[in-house]
């Protein structure tokens, strides 16, 4: 494993094996012919979200230079406040690839957006694109789940304890989470927060203030009228243009970038992932801004760590093993997906004050009198106007979900695809539980009723490369020895009945821990 030493220049890295002259030329934009001979890497790391940051970040903490491979572009936050679409204005920017989008009603022009929809069957995927990962299209929830809850989702895999003691509060550090301040949640900006809080409390479910990825003296700048309005007008889901959500582009991966020591690689899709010789043959396209192939650089890397996410992750390794690239990978690569218990619920007859939804989320209902259907609802506005106009309020229902999804191969499309039985009792009962919620609230705050409930998309997809199973305890993959996985795909379909991103964030952190500690010394 090469080392780095003080703060070498790019030209030191360069020689020492974590990028080649000709890979930086890539980072430039220098077109490379697709027959260009493999640059040799010694670390890389394949997606920039949550777990791939911590993993840049750390490696370079010790010392060890990485290359990270990110499909998606880099999204500068500018004064103007306009780099990211927004849910009033939508267009390319938020839609990967896609000339189309569950979010719009009218054809959007092809670019390389922030937000994946991947239809699957039983359940369709959100997944975020960009230096960044789905930190930039999160709601920034960081929230940590009981340990009754969290057992219900890790068995015997993962010790509660050990968590609670020691990467939860790491992860909180790194990541830098608040709850939203009193004078925040007391602006006209958030009433419907309050209305959310107030009807919650009234069916006696017991309420908190989540803890929140968010820069609150930019959201009180945005109130004050001296930043672009961002979180105040509930923008999230495609990007915060006032720079208020402390996504990862700008936290820990920026501090990775700072070291010297993390090269990252924008709009460099990972095409193919295979076994040669004693390293690991690394595909990709380089990719402009709508998506044309500028060129197909290869990377012969001697660890790699994959980062992408549970769908991202789980498109590299089912193909590579039906199609005979990693031929080392144990039958649990692709099992024990769940969709995190995600359900998009709406509710309307809310108080005229309706239109002041300001985001991403702020308060946790937290409805888990049965320890067998625990519910937790996360109030978050989306940002549209029907919201205002219908006098709506939206919540993201989070529960304990069975890992009983699977990822295939297809040998007539050469793709994968998620099957998710949605019609399963188990999975099933996960729509009573929260319609129950809901009722509930409806009940305790006459005039209000549920105008959508809908397990239908999940943006929390969890598994494909469980830890334990197609791994050992620090994501080492099974018979693929120096291949590791440290995002979402290692979690067993949910993370207690609360939003993942905070356990991903943590469990990265230990993954990355004992990878240096027993193969990266």
């Known amino acids: 494993m090469t080392r780095v030493t003080q703060n070498p220049s790019r030209r030191t890295i360069l020689r020492a094996g974590t990028v080649s002259a000709a890979s930086a030329a890539l980072a430039a934009g220098a077109a490379t ?9 010694d670390v890389l790391i394949i997606g920039s979200g949550y777990a791939g940051a911590v993993a840049a970040l750390r490696l370079a903490e010790a010392g060890i230079g990485s290359v990270v491979l990110e499909r998606g572009r880099r999204w500068t936050i500018t004064e103007a406040g306009d780099t990211f679409a927004t849910p009033r204005n939508l ?70 304890t050990e968590m609670a003691g020691t990467w939860y509060p790491r992860a909180r550090a790194l990541i830098g989470t608040a709850p939203i301040p009193d004078d925040v949640l007391n602006s006209p900006y958030y009433t419907n927060a309050r209305d959310f809080q107030r009807q919650a409390d009234a069916a006696g479910i017991p309420t908190e203030r989540a803890e929140l990825a968010m820069d609150w003296q930019r959201v009180r700048e945005e109130i004050a009228g001296t930043a ?183 040998w007539l499309t050469d793709s994968v695809g998620l099957h998710w039985p949605s019609l399963d009792g188990r999975i099933r009962a996960l729509s009573t539980a929260v319609d129950r919620t809901l009722g509930r609230i409806n009940t305790a705050n006459p005039g209000t009723w549920t105008l959508a409930s809908t397990p239908a998309i999940t943006a929390h997809s969890l598994g494909g490369a469980v830890l334990g199973r197609a791994t050992n305890g620090f994501g080492e993959l099974v018979g693929q020895p120096r291949l590791y996985v440290v995002d979402s795909s290692l979690i067993p379909g949910s993370t207690g009945s609360v939003p993942p991103a905070l356990t991903v964030t943590a469990l990265a952190d230990r993954c990355v821990q004992g990878i240096l500690a027993e193969r990266l010394t």
């Open 228 to 410: 672009p309005p961002a979180a105040i007008n509930a923008e999230s889901m495609f990007g915060m243009n006032s720079g208020a959500k402390r996504s990862v582009d700008r936290t820990i991966l920026a501090a990775a970038e700072a070291t010297g020591h993390t090269t990252v690689l924008p709009l460099h899709r990972v095409d193919r992932l295979s076994a040669s010789g004693d390293r690991y043959l690394v595909r990709c396209a380089r990719l402009d801004d709508n998506g044309r192939v500028l060129a197909r650089p290869e990377f012969r890397a001697r660890h790699v760590i994959l980062a992408a996410g549970s769908l991202g992750t789980a498109r590299l390794l089912v193909r590579a093993k039906a199609r005979g690239d990693l031929p080392g990978l144990n039958d649990e690569v692709g099992r024990h997906w769940g969709s995190g218990g995600d359900h998009i619920t709406v509710r309307t007859g809310m108080p005229p004050n309706n239109p002041a939804q300001g985001g991403p989320g702020h308060i946790l209902a937290k409805d888990w009198a049965d320890p067998e259907a625990p519910v937790t609802l996360l109030g978050f506005p989306v940002g549209y106007p029907f919201q205002a106009e219908t006098r709506a309020t939206s919540a993201l229902g989070v529960l304990t979900a069975p890992a009983l999804g699977r990822f295939t191969y297809s």
């Open 91 to 160: 267009d390319g920017r938020a839609a990967w690839l896609s000339v189309t989008s569950p979010f719009s009603d009218r054809p959007l022009s092809l670019f390389t957006g922030v937000l994946e929809f991947a239809p699957g069957l039983g359940v369709s995927l959100l997944a975020g694109a960009g230096v960044g990962g789905g930190s930039l299209v999160n709601y920034a929830v960081m929230a940590e789940p009981p340990q009754d809850q969290f057992a219900r989702s890790f068995g015997p895999l993962l010790d509660h």
């Open 33 to 41: 012919p697709a027959s260009a001979a493999p640059e040799p890497v």
